[in-house]
């Protein structure tokens, strides 16, 4: 199970850190990816750290703004958003998947509820 939260209303050029908590003891084994879906639209991904946190991986729209690292010691995961525009708002949601991470949100076994993010300009 995982629970993700974080999210808010903030100016553009502000900064957000959103959590992934999980409540599986084997956090360690799954990959968490970072996806988010704005009204009318499809869920995108936004990145990816693998379960050893060696590897990370993001969408070009954000990946000179966005950082995800994860502390295995709390089943937690984080998405770091700096300088954020109106066009990042959306519901964030957080998953997991067994090892190998992914940019397919088929592939994810398991989903936060998501958490809102509103950018105003």
């Known amino acids: 199970q995982l629970e993700d939260s974080g999210g808010g209303l903030v100016q553009a050029g502000a900064s957000l850190r959103l959590s992934c908590a999980a409540s599986?003891?084997?956090?360690?084994?799954?990959?968490i990816g970072w996806f988010r879906q704005a009204p009318g639209k499809e869920r995108e991904f936004v990145g990816f750290i693998g379960w050893r946190a060696i590897n990370t991986n993001f969408a070009d729209s954000v990946k000179d703004r966005f950082t995800i690292s994860r502390d295995n010691d709390k089943n937690t995961a984080y998405l770091q958003m700096n300088r954020l525009k109106p066009e990042d708002t959306a519901i964030y949601y957080c998953?997991?998947?067994?090892?190998?991470?992914?940019?397919?949100?088929?592939?994810?076994?398991?989903w936060g509820q998501g958490t809102q993010v509103t950018v105003s300009s």
């Open positions: 599986e003891r084997t956090f360690s084994s799954y990959s």
């Open positions: 998953a997991a998947k067994y090892y190998q991470p992914s940019r397919e949100p088929g592939e994810y076994e398991y």
